[in-house]
């Protein structure tokens, strides 16, 4: 078995986010007015729902909270990481690894988040 070896440069995630600012803040708007949605997802469903059962309207209410406050953290971590990224262009590479770990940090929990 071969293994490709490529001869483009590795792409940086840090680089990247500055490099497409106006993409990176359109898509997280995009993604705050979905967790408004999702927030009131439950408020309109609660009367309905409990009609057939208390418990299932909580449950439901809690579970569709959960997720949007798990989407406003996934948002903040962009909007957090994008500032990182903007700072570490304008700022040139003098705290290149320390811009590049604290990323790598930031794309860890969003991918948790």
């Known amino acids: 078995m071969a293994s490709k070896i490529s001869s483009e440069p590795a ?3 840090v680089w990247e986010l500055a ?4 993409q990176v803040v359109v898509g ?14 439950p408020v309109v469903f ?11 309207a909580l449950g439901f209410f809690s579970l569709r909270f959960t997720e949007a406050v798990l ?4 948002v ?3 909007f957090t ?9 304008e700022g040139g590479a003098a705290d ?10 930031l794309l860890e929990a969003r991918d948790w988040a």
């Open 46 to 56: 609660f009367p309905f729902l409990k009609l057939y059962s208390e418990t299932w």
């Open 71 to 74: 989407s406003l953290i996934y």
């Open 76 to 78: 903040g971590i962009h």
């Open 96 to 105: 290149a690894p320390a811009y590049h770990a604290s990323g790598t940090l």
């Open 81 to 89: 990481l994008l500032g990182l990224s903007v700072t570490f262009v």
């Open 28 to 41: 997280m708007l995009v993604q705050l007015a979905w967790v408004f949605a999702v927030m009131f997802i």
């Open 19 to 22: 490099a497409n600012e106006t």
């Open 11 to 13: 792409r940086d995630p």
